[in-house]
Protein backbone atom coordinates (compact mmCIF):
# COMPACT_ATOMS: atom_id res chain seq x y z
CA UNK A 1 0.00 0.00 0.00
CA UNK A 2 1.19 3.39 -1.17
CA UNK A 3 0.30 7.06 -0.05
CA UNK A 4 -0.69 7.53 -3.45
CA UNK A 5 -1.70 4.25 -4.50
CA UNK A 6 -4.13 3.79 -2.06
CA UNK A 7 -5.65 6.92 -3.08
CA UNK A 8 -7.15 5.74 -6.43
CA UNK A 9 -10.03 4.14 -4.72
CA UNK A 10 -11.44 7.98 -4.15
CA UNK A 11 -12.67 9.92 -6.28
CA UNK A 12 -10.36 12.99 -7.15
CA UNK A 13 -11.81 16.58 -6.22
CA UNK A 14 -12.03 18.15 -9.50
CA UNK A 15 -11.21 21.83 -8.49
CA UNK A 16 -7.50 22.29 -8.00
CA UNK A 17 -6.13 20.88 -5.19
CA UNK A 18 -4.68 22.88 -2.54
CA UNK A 19 -1.61 22.08 0.03
CA UNK A 20 -4.40 21.38 3.46
CA UNK A 21 -6.18 18.77 1.05
CA UNK A 22 -2.80 17.41 0.14
CA UNK A 23 -1.68 16.95 3.13
CA UNK A 24 -4.72 15.71 4.49
CA UNK A 25 -5.09 13.09 2.04
CA UNK A 26 -1.34 11.91 2.84
CA UNK A 27 -2.24 11.68 6.49
CA UNK A 28 -5.32 10.16 5.91
CA UNK A 29 -3.83 6.89 3.92
CA UNK A 30 -1.15 7.35 6.13
CA UNK A 31 -2.46 7.08 9.45
CA UNK A 32 -5.14 3.67 7.93
CA UNK A 33 -1.34 2.30 6.24
CA UNK A 34 0.29 2.16 10.05
CA UNK A 35 -3.07 1.37 11.56
CA UNK A 36 -3.22 4.49 13.58
CA UNK A 37 -5.09 4.23 16.89
CA UNK A 38 -8.49 6.17 16.45
CA UNK A 39 -8.20 8.08 18.88
CA UNK A 40 -4.78 9.93 18.18
CA UNK A 41 -5.88 9.76 14.81
CA UNK A 42 -8.36 12.99 15.93
CA UNK A 43 -5.78 14.51 17.49
CA UNK A 44 -3.52 14.73 14.82
CA UNK A 45 -6.03 15.34 11.71
CA UNK A 46 -6.44 18.96 13.45
CA UNK A 47 -4.13 21.71 15.20
CA UNK A 48 -3.59 22.71 18.62
CA UNK A 49 -4.21 26.02 18.12
CA UNK A 50 -4.88 28.59 15.00
CA UNK A 51 -3.69 32.47 15.53
CA UNK A 52 -4.65 34.98 12.90
CA UNK A 53 -3.68 38.70 14.19
CA UNK A 54 -4.33 42.21 12.66
CA UNK A 55 -1.93 44.71 13.63
CA UNK A 56 -1.27 48.52 12.10
CA UNK A 57 1.76 49.57 11.33
CA UNK A 58 3.27 53.05 10.34
CA UNK A 59 4.73 53.38 6.75
CA UNK A 60 7.75 55.73 5.84
CA UNK A 61 5.31 58.22 4.27
CA UNK A 62 3.85 58.44 7.68
CA UNK A 63 0.32 56.17 6.62
CA UNK A 64 -0.99 52.86 8.24
CA UNK A 65 -1.64 50.27 6.95
CA UNK A 66 -3.00 46.92 8.55
CA UNK A 67 -1.46 43.74 8.02
CA UNK A 68 -2.65 40.09 8.53
CA UNK A 69 -0.03 37.48 10.24
CA UNK A 70 -0.60 33.82 11.03
CA UNK A 71 0.80 31.32 13.58
CA UNK A 72 -0.41 28.07 13.64
CA UNK A 73 1.04 25.41 16.36
CA UNK A 74 -0.40 22.05 14.85
CA UNK A 75 1.28 19.37 17.43
CA UNK A 76 3.68 19.11 20.83
CA UNK A 77 3.44 16.18 21.69
CA UNK A 78 7.78 15.45 21.00
CA UNK A 79 8.33 18.72 22.36
CA UNK A 80 7.81 22.67 21.83
CA UNK A 81 6.57 23.76 18.43
CA UNK A 82 8.71 24.57 15.61
CA UNK A 83 8.43 26.32 12.27
CA UNK A 84 8.96 29.23 10.28
CA UNK A 85 7.67 32.18 9.29
CA UNK A 86 7.08 33.17 5.31
CA UNK A 87 6.43 36.28 4.27
CA UNK A 88 4.46 36.15 0.77
CA UNK A 89 0.67 37.64 -0.54
CA UNK A 90 -1.00 34.17 -1.01
CA UNK A 91 -0.19 33.11 2.67
CA UNK A 92 -3.44 32.04 4.26
CA UNK A 93 -4.88 29.82 7.17
CA UNK A 94 -5.21 27.15 5.00
CA UNK A 95 -1.50 27.11 3.73
CA UNK A 96 -0.20 27.70 7.00
CA UNK A 97 -2.43 24.32 9.19
CA UNK A 98 -0.71 22.37 6.08
CA UNK A 99 2.91 23.59 6.53
CA UNK A 100 2.41 23.17 10.41
CA UNK A 101 1.62 20.02 9.90
CA UNK A 102 4.33 18.84 7.89
CA UNK A 103 6.34 20.15 10.29
CA UNK A 104 4.81 17.69 12.95
CA UNK A 105 5.80 15.02 10.27
CA UNK A 106 9.45 16.27 9.76
CA UNK A 107 10.30 16.76 13.02
CA UNK A 108 9.29 13.06 14.32
CA UNK A 109 10.98 11.25 10.84
CA UNK A 110 13.96 13.84 12.21
CA UNK A 111 14.36 12.46 15.69
CA UNK A 112 14.10 15.88 17.03
CA UNK A 113 12.48 16.81 20.55
CA UNK A 114 10.05 19.26 18.61
CA UNK A 115 6.45 19.54 17.27
CA UNK A 116 5.29 21.30 13.95
CA UNK A 117 4.32 25.20 14.11
CA UNK A 118 4.06 27.73 10.80
CA UNK A 119 3.31 31.54 10.20
CA UNK A 120 3.89 34.37 8.12
CA UNK A 121 2.52 37.03 7.12
CA UNK A 122 0.27 38.22 4.12
CA UNK A 123 2.59 40.55 2.43
CA UNK A 124 4.75 41.15 -0.59
CA UNK A 125 7.91 42.13 0.88
CA UNK A 126 9.15 43.68 -2.45
CA UNK A 127 7.29 46.34 -1.99
CA UNK A 128 8.44 47.83 1.30
CA UNK A 129 11.49 49.05 2.45
CA UNK A 130 13.86 47.59 4.78
CA UNK A 131 12.63 50.08 7.31
CA UNK A 132 9.21 48.87 6.91
CA UNK A 133 10.13 45.68 6.95
CA UNK A 134 11.98 46.03 10.47
CA UNK A 135 8.52 47.86 11.69
CA UNK A 136 6.27 45.34 10.21
CA UNK A 137 8.60 42.38 11.62
CA UNK A 138 9.28 43.66 15.08
CA UNK A 139 5.10 44.70 15.53
CA UNK A 140 4.23 40.96 14.25
CA UNK A 141 6.62 39.76 16.75
CA UNK A 142 4.94 42.14 19.69
CA UNK A 143 2.06 40.63 19.04
CA UNK A 144 2.43 37.29 19.24
CA UNK A 145 3.61 38.30 22.45
CA UNK A 146 3.78 34.48 24.61
CA UNK A 147 2.56 32.50 21.67
CA UNK A 148 6.12 32.22 20.66
CA UNK A 149 8.99 31.36 23.37
CA UNK A 150 12.14 29.19 23.84
CA UNK A 151 10.65 26.16 25.31
CA UNK A 152 6.94 26.74 23.47
CA UNK A 153 7.12 27.80 19.91
CA UNK A 154 10.60 28.70 18.04
CA UNK A 155 10.31 30.48 14.40
CA UNK A 156 12.71 29.97 11.63
CA UNK A 157 13.49 31.70 8.44
CA UNK A 158 11.20 30.55 5.59
CA UNK A 159 10.27 32.07 2.25
CA UNK A 160 11.32 35.96 1.82
CA UNK A 161 12.64 35.99 5.09
CA UNK A 162 15.94 35.76 6.58
CA UNK A 163 18.32 36.12 9.45
CA UNK A 164 17.94 39.40 9.68
CA UNK A 165 13.92 38.80 10.09
CA UNK A 166 15.15 36.56 13.29
CA UNK A 167 17.19 39.13 14.90
CA UNK A 168 14.95 41.96 14.90
CA UNK A 169 12.30 39.18 16.21
CA UNK A 170 14.73 37.64 18.93
CA UNK A 171 15.43 41.60 20.25
CA UNK A 172 11.99 42.27 20.11
CA UNK A 173 10.62 39.11 22.15
CA UNK A 174 14.06 39.80 24.18
CA UNK A 175 12.85 43.26 25.01
CA UNK A 176 9.94 42.33 26.58
CA UNK A 177 11.61 39.96 29.53
CA UNK A 178 13.70 41.67 32.30
CA UNK A 179 17.32 42.44 32.18
CA UNK A 180 18.38 39.66 34.27
CA UNK A 181 16.18 37.10 31.76
CA UNK A 182 17.03 38.41 28.21
CA UNK A 183 19.99 36.62 27.45
CA UNK A 184 17.92 33.46 28.68
CA UNK A 185 15.47 33.90 25.82
CA UNK A 186 18.15 34.22 22.73
CA UNK A 187 17.12 31.01 21.45
CA UNK A 188 13.29 32.10 20.98
CA UNK A 189 14.14 31.81 17.38
CA UNK A 190 16.94 30.05 15.07
CA UNK A 191 18.66 31.24 11.96
CA UNK A 192 19.54 33.99 12.84
CA UNK A 193 22.99 36.00 12.22
CA UNK A 194 26.12 34.33 13.30
CA UNK A 195 27.48 37.66 15.36
CA UNK A 196 23.54 37.46 17.22
CA UNK A 197 23.55 33.86 18.62
CA UNK A 198 23.22 31.87 15.12
CA UNK A 199 24.50 28.78 14.03
CA UNK A 200 27.66 28.66 11.72
CA UNK A 201 26.14 26.91 8.45
CA UNK A 202 22.80 27.34 9.19
CA UNK A 203 22.42 29.37 6.06
CA UNK A 204 23.17 26.14 3.87
CA UNK A 205 21.72 23.49 6.23
CA UNK A 206 18.22 23.02 4.06
CA UNK A 207 19.95 23.06 0.96
CA UNK A 208 23.20 20.69 2.12
CA UNK A 209 20.19 18.46 3.41
CA UNK A 210 18.50 18.17 0.04
CA UNK A 211 22.09 17.57 -1.47
CA UNK A 212 22.57 14.59 1.33
CA UNK A 213 19.65 13.18 0.43
CA UNK A 214 20.30 12.75 -3.06
CA UNK A 215 23.60 11.82 -1.91
CA UNK A 216 23.03 9.03 0.12
CA UNK A 217 20.06 7.60 -3.05
CA UNK A 218 22.70 8.00 -5.32
CA UNK A 219 24.99 5.79 -3.35
CA UNK A 220 22.22 3.62 -2.71
CA UNK A 221 21.70 2.85 -6.23
CA UNK A 222 25.69 2.65 -7.03
CA UNK A 223 24.94 5.86 -9.71
CA UNK A 224 27.85 8.15 -9.52
CA UNK A 225 26.40 12.01 -9.15
CA UNK A 226 29.12 12.99 -11.63
CA UNK A 227 27.97 14.71 -15.09
CA UNK A 228 24.38 13.98 -13.86
CA UNK A 229 21.90 16.36 -15.48
CA UNK A 230 20.03 18.73 -12.78
CA UNK A 231 17.41 21.61 -12.87
CA UNK A 232 16.68 23.50 -9.97
CA UNK A 233 13.21 25.52 -9.47
CA UNK A 234 13.69 28.08 -7.23
CA UNK A 235 17.21 29.63 -6.71
CA UNK A 236 16.71 31.35 -3.35
CA UNK A 237 18.65 30.10 -0.35
CA UNK A 238 17.57 26.15 -0.51
CA UNK A 239 18.48 26.01 -4.38
CA UNK A 240 21.39 27.80 -4.42
CA UNK A 241 23.20 25.27 -1.93
CA UNK A 242 22.16 22.04 -3.09
CA UNK A 243 23.75 23.43 -6.45
CA UNK A 244 26.43 24.33 -4.90
CA UNK A 245 27.03 21.07 -3.36
CA UNK A 246 26.06 19.38 -6.27
CA UNK A 247 28.21 21.15 -8.35
CA UNK A 248 31.26 20.34 -6.59
CA UNK A 249 30.26 16.34 -6.73
CA UNK A 250 30.44 16.25 -10.61
CA UNK A 251 26.89 16.87 -11.09
CA UNK A 252 25.65 19.67 -14.07
CA UNK A 253 22.91 22.55 -13.75
CA UNK A 254 21.13 22.46 -16.86
CA UNK A 255 18.36 24.90 -16.15
CA UNK A 256 17.01 27.06 -13.13
CA UNK A 257 13.73 29.10 -12.28
CA UNK A 258 13.04 31.67 -10.26
CA UNK A 259 10.07 34.17 -9.76
CA UNK A 260 11.36 36.64 -12.94
CA UNK A 261 11.31 33.32 -15.17
CA UNK A 262 13.82 30.33 -16.74
CA UNK A 263 16.80 29.77 -18.10
CA UNK A 264 18.71 26.61 -19.74
CA UNK A 265 22.03 25.49 -21.37
CA UNK A 266 22.08 22.35 -22.05
CA UNK A 267 25.95 22.42 -21.30
CA UNK A 268 25.83 23.36 -18.26
CA UNK A 269 25.39 26.49 -16.04
CA UNK A 270 27.69 27.15 -13.37
CA UNK A 271 26.39 27.26 -9.96
CA UNK A 272 28.77 30.00 -8.44
CA UNK A 273 28.50 32.55 -11.59
CA UNK A 274 25.12 32.55 -11.67
CA UNK A 275 24.60 33.28 -7.84
CA UNK A 276 27.11 36.17 -8.09
CA UNK A 277 25.25 37.18 -11.35
CA UNK A 278 21.99 37.55 -9.30
CA UNK A 279 23.09 39.56 -6.96
CA UNK A 280 23.88 42.52 -9.17
CA UNK A 281 20.65 41.71 -11.16
CA UNK A 282 18.21 42.26 -8.10
CA UNK A 283 17.59 38.98 -7.28
CA UNK A 284 16.89 37.83 -10.79
CA UNK A 285 18.52 34.67 -13.12
CA UNK A 286 17.16 36.73 -16.75
CA UNK A 287 19.64 37.24 -19.31
CA UNK A 288 22.17 35.38 -17.40
CA UNK A 289 25.73 35.19 -20.24
CA UNK A 290 25.25 31.79 -22.13
CA UNK A 291 22.19 30.80 -21.45
CA UNK A 292 18.24 30.66 -23.33
CA UNK A 293 15.27 31.66 -21.92
CA UNK A 294 12.50 28.64 -21.17
CA UNK A 295 8.90 28.80 -21.16
CA UNK A 296 7.51 28.41 -17.21
CA UNK A 297 4.86 25.63 -18.46
CA UNK A 298 8.03 23.76 -20.22
CA UNK A 299 10.40 23.79 -17.35
CA UNK A 300 9.55 20.58 -15.27
CA UNK A 301 9.58 19.14 -19.17
CA UNK A 302 13.31 19.84 -20.06
CA UNK A 303 15.37 17.17 -19.87
CA UNK A 304 17.76 15.95 -16.65
CA UNK A 305 18.51 13.23 -14.47
CA UNK A 306 17.18 15.21 -11.23
CA UNK A 307 14.52 17.63 -10.38
CA UNK A 308 14.56 19.99 -7.36
CA UNK A 309 11.46 21.53 -6.77
CA UNK A 310 12.96 24.36 -3.87
CA UNK A 311 10.20 26.68 -4.93
CA UNK A 312 6.64 26.71 -3.37
CA UNK A 313 4.23 24.40 -3.11
CA UNK A 314 1.39 22.39 -5.39
CA UNK A 315 3.99 23.36 -8.56
CA UNK A 316 4.33 19.74 -10.34
CA UNK A 317 0.88 18.50 -11.05
CA UNK A 318 -1.04 15.98 -12.76
CA UNK A 319 -0.91 18.78 -15.87
CA UNK A 320 3.15 18.63 -16.03
CA UNK A 321 4.00 15.35 -14.11
CA UNK A 322 3.36 13.12 -17.07
CA UNK A 323 6.22 15.20 -18.86
CA UNK A 324 9.06 15.27 -16.52
CA UNK A 325 11.94 12.88 -17.63
CA UNK A 326 13.99 13.31 -14.25
CA UNK A 327 14.11 9.56 -13.11
CA UNK A 328 14.62 11.43 -9.25
CA UNK A 329 12.82 14.46 -7.75
CA UNK A 330 14.04 15.78 -4.37
CA UNK A 331 11.87 17.53 -2.55
CA UNK A 332 13.17 21.23 -1.72
CA UNK A 333 10.05 22.99 -1.31
CA UNK A 334 7.40 22.08 1.07
CA UNK A 335 4.28 20.00 -0.67
CA UNK A 336 5.59 20.77 -3.99
CA UNK A 337 4.10 17.67 -5.69
CA UNK A 338 -0.02 17.39 -5.12
CA UNK A 339 -1.11 13.90 -4.36
CA UNK A 340 -2.38 13.25 -8.00
CA UNK A 341 0.96 14.36 -9.82
CA UNK A 342 2.82 11.57 -7.17
CA UNK A 343 0.42 8.95 -8.66
CA UNK A 344 1.40 9.70 -12.03
CA UNK A 345 4.86 9.79 -11.59
CA UNK A 346 5.44 7.09 -9.36
CA UNK A 347 3.59 4.75 -12.17
CA UNK A 348 6.17 6.27 -14.27
CA UNK A 349 8.74 5.00 -12.17
CA UNK A 350 10.43 8.21 -11.21
CA UNK A 351 11.55 8.10 -6.78
CA UNK A 352 10.92 11.12 -5.17
CA UNK A 353 12.62 11.92 -1.79
CA UNK A 354 9.82 13.63 0.01
CA UNK A 355 9.83 17.08 1.79
CA UNK A 356 9.83 15.81 4.86
CA UNK A 357 13.13 13.76 4.83
CA UNK A 358 14.32 15.39 1.93
CA UNK A 359 14.49 18.95 3.16
CA UNK A 360 14.89 18.49 7.04
CA UNK A 361 18.65 19.59 7.02
CA UNK A 362 16.80 22.96 7.99
CA UNK A 363 15.07 22.11 11.17
CA UNK A 364 18.30 20.04 12.14
CA UNK A 365 20.24 22.95 11.66
CA UNK A 366 17.50 25.17 13.69
CA UNK A 367 17.76 22.11 16.62
CA UNK A 368 21.95 22.49 16.83
CA UNK A 369 21.49 26.56 17.51
CA UNK A 370 18.66 25.46 19.81
CA UNK A 371 21.61 23.60 21.67
CA UNK A 372 24.33 26.21 21.04
CA UNK A 373 22.00 29.06 22.80
CA UNK A 374 20.72 26.95 25.46
CA UNK A 375 24.23 25.66 26.47
CA UNK A 376 26.31 28.75 25.99
CA UNK A 377 28.47 26.88 22.98
CA UNK A 378 30.22 27.98 19.75
CA UNK A 379 30.32 25.36 17.23
CA UNK A 380 32.48 25.45 13.96
CA UNK A 381 31.01 24.55 10.31
CA UNK A 382 32.75 21.79 9.45
CA UNK A 383 31.50 20.52 13.45
CA UNK A 384 27.82 21.16 12.12
CA UNK A 385 27.98 20.34 8.82
CA UNK A 386 28.85 16.66 10.39
CA UNK A 387 25.94 16.63 12.85
CA UNK A 388 23.94 17.30 10.27
CA UNK A 389 25.06 14.33 7.90
CA UNK A 390 24.60 12.33 10.88
CA UNK A 391 21.04 12.92 11.39
CA UNK A 392 19.85 12.89 7.38
CA UNK A 393 21.98 9.78 7.21
CA UNK A 394 19.92 7.99 9.73
CA UNK A 395 16.60 9.19 8.68
CA UNK A 396 17.23 8.44 5.33
CA UNK A 397 18.31 4.91 6.08
CA UNK A 398 15.57 4.25 8.26
CA UNK A 399 13.16 5.45 5.40
CA UNK A 400 14.92 3.02 2.66
CA UNK A 401 14.45 0.26 5.09
CA UNK A 402 10.82 0.72 5.94
CA UNK A 403 10.56 1.47 1.98
CA UNK A 404 12.03 -2.38 1.20
CA UNK A 405 10.62 -4.23 4.50
CA UNK A 406 6.69 -2.53 3.72
CA UNK A 407 7.61 -2.96 -0.52
CA UNK A 408 6.29 1.18 -0.29
CA UNK A 409 7.47 4.48 -1.99
CA UNK A 410 9.79 6.82 -0.05
CA UNK A 411 7.21 8.93 1.13
CA UNK A 412 5.12 6.41 2.42
CA UNK A 413 7.72 5.31 4.67
CA UNK A 414 8.34 8.29 6.22
CA UNK A 415 4.99 9.18 7.21
CA UNK A 416 4.96 5.71 8.37
CA UNK A 417 8.09 6.46 10.58
CA UNK A 418 6.60 10.13 11.55
CA UNK A 419 3.32 8.77 12.80
CA UNK A 420 4.68 5.99 14.55
CA UNK A 421 6.84 7.68 16.99
CA UNK A 422 3.85 9.91 18.05
CA UNK A 423 1.52 7.63 18.17
CA UNK A 424 4.12 6.07 20.83
CA UNK A 425 4.55 8.88 22.66
CA UNK A 426 1.08 9.69 23.07
CA UNK A 427 0.51 6.14 24.02
CA UNK A 428 3.16 6.03 26.85
CA UNK A 429 1.99 9.20 28.38
CA UNK A 430 -1.84 8.80 27.73
CA UNK A 431 -4.23 11.68 26.96
CA UNK A 432 -4.99 14.02 29.70
CA UNK A 433 -7.35 13.47 31.87
Known amino acids: M ?5 LKKKEQPKQKQGMLSNVMEQFEVAANMVGL ?21 RMDNGDVEIFKGYRVQHNNALGPYKGGLRYHPTIDIDSVKALAMWMTWKTSLAGLPYGGAKG ?4 DPSKYSNTELERITRRFAYALGENIGPEHDIPAPDVNTNAQTMAWIADTYMSTKAPSERSKNQHV ?8 GGLEGRDRATGFGVFLTIKYWAENKNIPLKDKKFIVQGFGNVGYWAAHFLEKEGAKMVAVQDAFGAIQNTEGLSVEDLFKYTLNNNGSILDFPGSSS ?3 EDFFTLDCDICIPAALGSQITKNNAHKIKASLIAEGANGPTTVEAEKILLEKGVTIIPDILCNSGGVIGSYFEWLQNRNG ?3 ELEEVL ?31 IAIERIEKAYIQRGIFP
Open 2 to 6: TLTKD
Open 37 to 57: NPNIKKILAVTNNELIIHFPV
Open 120 to 123: GIQI
Open 189 to 196: VTGKPVGS
Open 294 to 296: VKK
Open 377 to 379: EIW
Open 386 to 416: AKIDKKIKDAFKRVLAKSEDKKIDFRSAAYF
